[in-house]
């Protein structure tokens, strides 16, 4: 049975850091295109960031990027997203997600729907 198991998160002021983890279950990571999302006030699921199943490059979307950083550790079957100087706009539910062999086309993570396996999602919440 496939899982992915969210942790991190929590409760952090503007310019704090915070972080989450994926831990994989029932698949080999190595072989799946991976992504995190943010489900924003509208409740549609907007990309962060994302990993190419075929050659491990991270990519990111422009609101986050430079800030956060999302790694894979294979070994581990988990991965992660580093989150730095927080704004209040970040605040939100994040989702882990997962969809075997999903590449990364025009420099652009995958929408949500590209992906089959997800988490169940944990809280952000930053204060001023």
């Known amino acids: 049975q496939v899982q992915l198991v969210e942790s991190g998160g929590g409760m952090v002021q503007v310019g704090g850091s915070a972080s989450l983890s994926c831990r994989a279950s029932g698949l080999d990571l190595a072989d799946y295109g991976i992504g995190w999302f943010r489900q924003d006030a509208d409740n549609k699921l907007r990309e962060l960031a994302c990993i190419d199943s075929r050659d491990g490059k991270v990519y990111y979307d422009g609101s986050v990027k430079g800030r956060f950083t999302m790694s894979r550790d294979n070994g581990k079957n988990t991965f992660y997203l580093q989150m730095n100087d927080l704004r209040l706009l970040d605040a939100g539910v994040y989702y882990c997600?997962?969809?075997?062999?999903?590449?990364?086309?025009?420099?652009?993570?995958?929408?949500?729907?590209?992906?089959?396996?997800w988490g169940e999602g944990a809280q952000v919440t930053v204060s001023s």
């Open positions: 997600a997962a969809e075997v062999g999903l590449g990364v086309v025009g420099g652009h993570c995958p929408r949500d729907w590209s992906y089959d396996e």
